[in-house]
């Protein structure tokens, strides 16, 4: 009897299907797959895609519950996926300075002043965003383009100050930060950093790469000070603050470049609990002997929470002249860069990473910072030839050899680049590289993807606001803010640059599979925009607006209509 009512509700579910959950009608609905690349509606259950096509076909999916949302024409894509940022820094920005609109020193100062008054004495003011190379004009008086510290000081004497660089690879700090973080002319800078002097030796208060552990450790201390349910608290807000940011922008899916264990247990709870709308896919960020001793315990490969990823840094950024250079730099003739991580360290993680299953993610902007990446990975993958499609990644790639640009699709590593950064970098990469440098190898996704290698796509946020829409308008025109272009040879054409943020952007996790075009059996994780990027001008590209973020077939953030 029991096999007989199985059988009969079997044949009941073939013949009447269950409904949708949810139905996209009269729409353009770009799946990035070769059978159906365009369709008007869609339909899920659950959290997957249960069928994409006519009007009819999937009207007739509909049942009296379903949520059927008319397009009205709008262009409907795969779920934007950030390729690379950080989730915690999203959030952190938002409760800070936002220095980022700054036009000069001038203005920062003020704006610190203004908040030192509103501060209680001993609070730390916090600030992100600055870029010297942006300014209207330089500071004065300055050390290699960056101000010193005095003018702060003035404005704060009772209050520390940290206004982080808008890389996030430099801070300038005042003389009371300095002092709680025993900074001082007899400092020596720290392997892999700098504290920026003047032509006495004194500290200016710019600190360059692992220069800025000095103070972050003052500050640690300031905010051990803290209960724990207050510090819990902080963190709760900043992470829910960064994933409103992110789905307000399109973004169903997040790879967070770098997090400690702390941070990640934190995600991973609130992310079990429902508390994040959208994927988190996450790369371990710990020293080798902390790796050795929980990192497998931390492997976790999941719908919505995923640590699969280790993150290093062979160098530091362009802006403060800490990427590291094959030759100097073209407005510093001294100076080539750092190589802020040894890289015997980055071999260390890379074998362990290799034997334990996980990817490798390395930081590396500088020519010879990705030429001696590369070199590392072809050293490992040369000592395990059986070992195939590991697909490990450099972050950022920004300046290239023209020999190392094949390397990347021949080792099968990928370049996980942020398209924005060259159009908001440019007025000052001429400078710091030359123009012959720069035509070479600055930012030249066109050579990597024509020589077969993965190109995938984000902000860098908080370094960059979080908008894949600015990024994409980035990556398929080069141009500035003045007008000019940034070498427009290298441009990537619409579809590319779509796939950055989509398809190759889960392949690059090891998510194709689920994510990052629409079919039935997918998540049904969607983005749909007010203008067809695809199709437009130029210009209106950017007046492209989120209308709905759709992760795993539920609304989490609807635009104005």
Not at 367 to 392: C, I, Q, Y
Request: charged share 25%; proline share 5%.
């Amino acid at each position: 009897m029991i096999g007989f009512v199985f059988w009969v509700a079997l044949a009941w579910q073939l013949a009447w299907p269950q409904p949708a959950d949810l139905i996209l009608r009269n729409g353009k609905i770009v799946t990035l797959e070769n059978d159906t690349p365009v369709v008007p509606a869609l339909a899920s259950r659950g959290d997957r895609i249960i069928a994409l096509g006519s009007e009819a076909k999937i009207r007739a999916l509909a049942g009296p519950k379903t949520k059927v949302i008319d397009l009205k024409g709008a262009l409907a894509i795969p779920g934007f996926i950030e390729g690379h940022g950080h989730f915690m820094g999203v959030g952190q920005f938002k409760r800070s300075l936002n220095l980022r609109d700054a036009k000069n020193w001038d203005e920062i100062v003020a704006l610190v002043a203004a908040a030192a008054k509103e501060a209680q004495a001993g609070e730390w003011i916090l600030g992100r965003g600055f870029h010297q190379s942006k300014w209207d004009r330089p500071p004065a008086p300055n050390v290699q383009g960056f101000p010193v510290h005095d003018q702060l000081s003035a404005v704060s004497p009772n209050n520390p100050v940290v206004l982080t660089h808008a890389s996030g690879h430099a801070s300038m700090v005042n003389q009371k930060a300095l002092e709680l973080a025993g900074i001082n002319a007899r400092t020596k800078d720290p392997e892999g950093g700098e504290i920026l002097r003047d032509a006495q030796g004194r500290p200016t208060g710019l600190l360059n790469e692992r220069a800025q552990a000095l103070v972050r450790k003052a500050y640690a201390a300031y905010l051990a000070a803290r209960t724990p349910e207050q510090r819990q608290a902080d963190a709760i807000a900043e992470a829910k603050l960064a994933a409103q940011e992110a789905i307000s922008h399109g973004i169903t899916s997040f790879q967070d470049a770098g997090s400690s264990f702390e941070t990640i247990d934190l995600l991973s709870r609130l992310s079990q609990k429902g508390d994040l709308p959208l994927r988190l896919w996450v790369m371990l960020r710990v020293p080798n002997q902390a790796l050795r001793e929980k990192g497998l315990s931390y492997r976790r490969i999941d719908k919505f929470f995923t640590v699969r990823a280790i993150k290093r840094a062979a160098d530091g950024a362009l802006g403060p002249r800490g990427a590291w250079l094959l030759e100097p730099y073209s407005d510093l003739p001294d100076r080539t860069g750092m190589n802020v991580e040894p890289m015997e360290e980055i071999e260390e993680t890379a074998r362990w990473a290799l034997a334990h299953g996980f990817q490798l993610c390395v930081h590396a902007i500088g020519d010879r910072g990705n030429r001696e990446t590369l070199n590392v990975f072809e050293k490992v993958f040369r000592d395990h030839p059986s070992r195939r499609d590991l697909r490990w990644r450099i972050e950022h790639a920004q300046h290239l050899a023209a020999s190392d640009i094949p390397r990347f699709a021949k080792l099968g590593v990928i370049a996980s680049m942020q398209a924005i950064h060259c159009t908001s970098d440019a007025p000052y990469v001429l400078a710091r590289l030359g123009p012959a440098r720069a035509q070479e190898g600055a930012y030249v996704w066109r050579k990597l993807l024509d020589s077969k290698a993965v190109v995938i796509n984000g902000t860098d946020a908080p370094v960059e606001e979080i908008d894949p829409i600015a990024c994409f308008y980035a990556s398929v025109t080069r141009r500035l803010k003045d007008g000019s272009y940034f070498y427009p040879e290298q441009k990537m054409t619409r579809m590319e640059a779509l796939r950055s943020y989509t398809r190759d952007a889960a392949f690059a996790a090891f998510e194709e599979n689920m994510k990052g075009s629409l079919k039935p059996g997918k998540l049904a994780d969607i983005t749909v925009l007010s203008k067809d990027i695809l199709t437009v001008p130029d210009a209106e590209i950017l007046q492209a607006k989120v209308l709905y973020t759709i992760v795993g077939g539920k609304v989490v953030y609807q635009g104005l209509q």
